[in-house]
């Protein structure tokens, strides 16, 4: 079973650096918590914030259920 770690702030720079520590942990699905008004709002704030972060690793991410937005 995997081991889930919610970070709330995930668009912040410490909930960014926290993401990208354990993005290479296996077993690890991240809950990424972002204040937003809705679910395209919430996409765009995260990919700001991971702006150098290689897109499609995220987005395979996210289709294999290790990350999850709320």
């Given at each position: 079973m995997a081991n889930r770690v919610l970070?709330?702030?995930?668009?912040?720079?410490l909930g960014t650096q926290i993401a990208r520590q354990l993005i290479h942990q296996p077993g690890i699905k991240i809950i990424a918590m972002v204040r937003a008004q809705n679910q395209i709002s919430t996409v765009r704030r995260l990919k700001r914030a991971w702006y150098d972060w290689d897109e499609l690793s995220i987005l395979k991410?996210?289709?294999?259920?290790?990350f999850k937005l709320i």
């Open positions: 970070i709330t702030g995930a668009n912040g720079f991410r996210f289709k294999n259920g290790e």
